[in-house]
């Protein structure tokens, strides 16, 4: 029998629907706010109250609570016990390579008691009134879901020893549940969940003080990483299956030409030739949206065919004329020149304390420099992929999505269906990295559906697709400057960070950075300087701007690090002492007083910055790498430090450079406080992958455009780092928390930023040469 | 139409003669363990072995293929090298996004039946066509190592 059928929403205390701030970094927040009212970031207002263009909010909500749909405890929605005893446990969050698929429903199995290996898991489709949010983006799915999946795991537990006690006529005190088994101490009696399960699922969920969750020490999974991936044999074999591998009887595949300028359209085309090919079955043309594209798609020519090879033939044979529109000049070598300019006059002033100008002029030294960062794009392994058909007004899709109520809540207005006849089917991830938050493909597939009379139909986006049609991570230039007085002491700090916004990509272009964006580690320096002023002067969009691992805090962190340990160099200082220094002294600082009124949606008071903390990862890695230890000629160390998604997070690089300029890595040092860890080896993992993806946008990651297009076409231009270019070694430092109940950072994203600083810091050790524009590329070969 | 030799069984392919083996394979014979990254033999996603030699499918026509032996992802459950690498990949817990995996474990196990013993210069050479966006490089040589059997597996 299943319990999870006798869920009833209409008893389910759990579900906030309400709007959210625009300041929450959730993707649908955005699309939400901008249909009911319009672009709310009014410009001309003090960007620090823009927060407060929201509702105002008697209690404003944080964390889980102010995400759309919230969070749902209910055992009856996410556990189903059959009666062999098998435990089913719903995931409700994407897997992308972070483990969620193991680490979520390993903690409901251990508030359960469930034996790991009876336990099977499956994945939830989109749906949000049931599930809470399914948003995996942000850092957010164990911060968020910890706790309401203990509960989901200690109610159902409650309900099977009072179902035992009620079976045996004894008091439910001298009952226990150990291992999928329900024990009656006194007599020796035991039975197992599966015999249970009908009677259990019948009792009331115990909820509030009733419900009685695990002491730390209790724990036989939580903590302990020893459960390996749930979905690790079907990798290895070859038998996952992730968004491009659907499969369904008659099943259509296409691929789409799309304009290769953002807000491009098809002037003409001529199909006549691709009709010709074997396979090749029809040429659709896909509407255009007019801008701002949100996570609409982009429209274009689609070839549908009777395999993906003959799609692809198909659409090389097209002849497309296109008008290209508004962005048709787009070009990342004037564009940066632009950015320069903006960055060399004042702007928007988004912080201030003291009065820089006058220390400036007053200081005995003065420091200025520029970085650059490009565009990137995600390339997840699996480029976006989608399966769709429509049965009977009934539209069921297979996707590859971090978002799949946002993805349904497309569907069903692109096809003008309600809500409740669109089912998204959320496959394996082959990787997202932010871009499978962007649903445009799902709706892309949606429609060729629908043009194929409700065929299912298979689109694949080519690796070509992925690079041309991204939504980039901005493209940014970051200006410094600082004074320090006779003693070597930082008393003036001015950071113009100049970089289009995500939110161009959805309203009319503000040309300015929105608190989300200034919260990743511009604004909210905790720094001691007296003087101090971070401005944010205008850029506009040309491309779709949209969220790559760690988003905004990769340029800010690159700049703000580097710059320290320039600053440390002038002052003649050792840059780790000269960077504890800056910090100061342990202390709790509410983000508020740094300027930063987004905490990344989380309590200011829950999650204040900690400086300890912060120092206690540089003081760690410094110490584990070795800070200070004599090298061989070309070697350095290099570090960088850097708090995000509320967790603190410390990295030295050691660089190794030949005489020719080659660069190698043989060795990262990378210290960690992300709170309690839930799964410390898959954390683990995804700080070694956080690093080596550092390493990869700081050497080779380059998205460019001319003309309005991207230059890059696949991986041959576009660079990914391969495993002789890797760091050789990678040492994770996992800092303890002090109690389990203490509050849980990330810990996909916060890795990512700290290492370009901390590897070109290495490489001015090693060479006296400084990086200031990523990628690294070929600026150290000697000729 | 041609006839292939793929994890030993003989599968008729009604497709032309220029079609790559890796579509074949996906979305004619629902084989989908072997992946579609980059099209341009450039990222190893599609890594296949054909006559033992490891090969990227996503490049390599029906034509050439008539007389050869396929094997895939599919079947190194049942190859004893394969199996080797398959275990030791899980107990260093390699994966993350596992989207790369196959074309990964394709190449290890080609290498570890040409060179029971490689070193690190050997790993490099091997397996630097695989990309891995995920970044499980190091997992990777550390499980190759355990399943040569080579000490200095770190902990
Ligand atoms: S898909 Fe064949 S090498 Fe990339
Ligand atoms: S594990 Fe995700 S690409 Fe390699």
């Known amino acids: 029998m299943k319990i999870a059928d006798k869920t009833s929403d209409a008893s389910n205390p759990f579900q906030s629907a309400d709007a959210v701030q625009i300041d929450n970094i959730s993707r649908r927040t955005f699309i939400k706010q901008f249909a009911l009212s319009g672009f709310v970031l009014a410009v001309g207002m003090p960007l620090l109250r823009a927060d407060e263009t929201a509702a105002p909010k008697a209690n404003p909500k944080f964390g889980a609570d102010a995400m759309p749909h919230g969070w749902v405890d209910n055992p009856l929605v996410f556990v189903a016990i059959a009666a062999d005893g098998t435990v089913t446990i719903v995931c409700h969050r994407s897997e992308m390579g972070q483990g969620i698929r193991t680490s979520l429903p390993m903690v409901v199995a251990d508030e359960l008691e469930a034996d790991w290996a009876r336990v099977r898991i499956v994945q939830a489709p989109g749906d949000e009134a049931r599930y809470g949010n399914q948003d995996t983006d942000g850092s957010r799915s164990t911060r968020h879901f910890f706790m309401p999946m203990r509960r989901v795991g200690a109610a159902a537990k409650q309900m099977l020893e009072a179902a035992a006690a009620a079976h045996w006529r004894v008091p439910v005190s001298e009952v226990k549940a150990v291992q999928h088994q329900v024990l009656h101490t006194p007599s020796g009696k035991a039975i197992g969940y599966g015999e249970l399960a009908k009677a259990a699922a019948k009792l009331p969920v115990p909820t509030g003080d009733a419900l009685r969750l695990k002491k730390p020490e209790e724990f036989r999974y939580i903590g302990k990483g020893k459960q390996g991936l749930y979905d690790g044999r079907d990798i290895v074999s070859g038998h996952a299956m992730y968004g491009i591998d659907t499969q369904i009887k008659g099943l259509l595949y296409a691929v789409v030409a799309r304009p290769p300028v953002l807000g491009g359209k098809v002037a003409s085309y001529d199909a006549s030739a691709a009709l010709k090919l074997p396979g090749v079955i029809k040429v659709v043309e896909l509407p255009s949206t007019p801008l701002p594209a949100a996570f609409n798609p982009l429209g274009g020519i689609a070839v549908i065919a009777k395999n993906t090879w003959a799609a692809i033939q198909g659409r090389n044979a097209l002849k497309i004329e296109w008008d290209h529109g508004q962005h048709a000049s787009y070009d990342s070598v004037v564009y940066k020149a632009e950015m320069e300019t903006a960055a060399r006059q004042p702007g928007k002033v988004v912080r201030q304390q003291g009065d820089v100008d006058a220390a400036l002029q007053g200081a005995a030294k003065r420091l200025e420099a520029e970085y650059y960062l490009p565009h990137l794009a995600q390339a997840p392994m699996e480029p976006p992929a989608s399966t769709a058909r429509i049965v009977k007004g009934q539209c069921e899709v297979w996707a590859c999505t971090q978002a799949p109520q946002l993805a349904r809540e497309l569907v069903a207005k692109w096809l003008k269906l309600p809500e409740d006849k669109i089912t998204i089917h959320v496959t394996l991830l082959g990787g997202g990295f932010g871009r499978k938050s962007m649903p445009d493909y799902v709706v892309e597939s949606a429609l060729l559906s629908q043009a194929m009379q409700g065929k299912p139909v298979k689109l694949t986006w080519t690796r070509e697709d992925d690079l041309h049609h991204s939504y980039f991570h901005t493209v940014s230039l970051e200006r410094l400057e600082a004074g320090l007085d006779a003693q070597g002491k930082p008393i003036a700090w001015l950071h113009r960070t100049v970089a289009p916004s995500i939110s161009a990509t959805f309203g009319p272009d503000s040309k300015q950075q929105m608190p989300v964006e200034l919260g990743m580690g511009v604004i909210n320096v905790p720094f001691v300087i007296d003087n101090l002023r971070i401005e944010n002067p205008q850029a506009a969009a040309h491309t779709r701007i949209g969220w790559f691992r760690s988003v905004s805090n990769i340029p800010h962190a690159f700049a703000v690090q580097c710059f320290v340990a320039e600053m440390a160099a002038a002052a003649g200082r050792d840059h780790r002492d000269f960077l504890l220094d800056l910090i100061g002294p342990a202390r709790s600082i509410d983000p508020n007083n740094l300027g930063d009124t987004w905490n990344h949606g989380e309590s200011p008071a829950i999650y204040p910055v900690d400086t300890g903390r912060l120092r206690r990862v540089i003081e760690t890695v410094t110490r584990e790498a070795g800070w200070g230890r004599s090298l061989a000629k070309g070697r350095g160390l290099g570090l960088a430090a850097h708090y995000s998604f509320l967790t603190y997070v410390a990295v030295v690089v050691e660089v190794a450079v030949d005489e020719t300029g080659k660069l190698s890595i043989p060795r990262v040092d990378i210290a960690v406080d992300c709170g309690p860890q839930v799964n410390p080896e898959r954390i683990r993992s995804q700080l070694e992958g956080a690093c080596i993806m550092g390493v990869s946008l700081a050497t080779q990651g380059e998205i460019s455009f001319k003309n309005g297009a991207v230059q890059q076409d696949n991986f041959h231009a576009y660079q990914i780092t391969r495993i002789d270019d890797a760091p050789r070694e990678i040492k994770v430092h996992l800092l303890p928390a002090a109690q389990f109940d203490s509050p849980l950072g990330g810990v996909g994203e916060p890795a990512v930023p700290p290492i370009a600083p901390a590897l070109c810091n290495a490489i001015f050790a090693a060479t006296g040469q400084r990086i200031r524009q990523l990628p690294i590329k070929e600026q150290l070969l000697k000729d | ?155």
């Open chain 2, 1 to 155: 139409m041609i006839t292939l030799n793929i994890n030993g069984k003989r599968r008729k392919v009604d497709l032309p003669s220029d079609t790559p083996l890796l579509w074949v394979l996906r979305d004619q014979l629902g084989m989908t363990g072997t992946k579609f990254g980059c099209g341009m033999a450039v990222c190893g996603a599609c890594m296949v072995h054909i006559d033992g030699e490891p090969t990227r499918a996503c490049v390599t026509p029906i034509s050439t293929l008539a007389t050869k032996k396929i094997v895939t992802i599919e079947a190194m459950a049942q190859d004893e090298t394969g199996k080797k690498v398959q275990e030791s990949w899980l107990a260093q817990g390699v994966p993350q996004c596992g989207y790369c995996q196959s074309g990964q474990v394709m190449s290890a196990t080609a290498l570890l039946k040409n060179q029971p013993k490689p070193s690190d210069a050997d790993i490099d050479k091997a397996m630097s066509g695989n990309l891995c966006r995920c970044g499980t490089y190091p997992r990777i040589r550390a499980a190759i190592k355990q399943a040569a059997g080579i000490g200095e597996v770190q902990a």
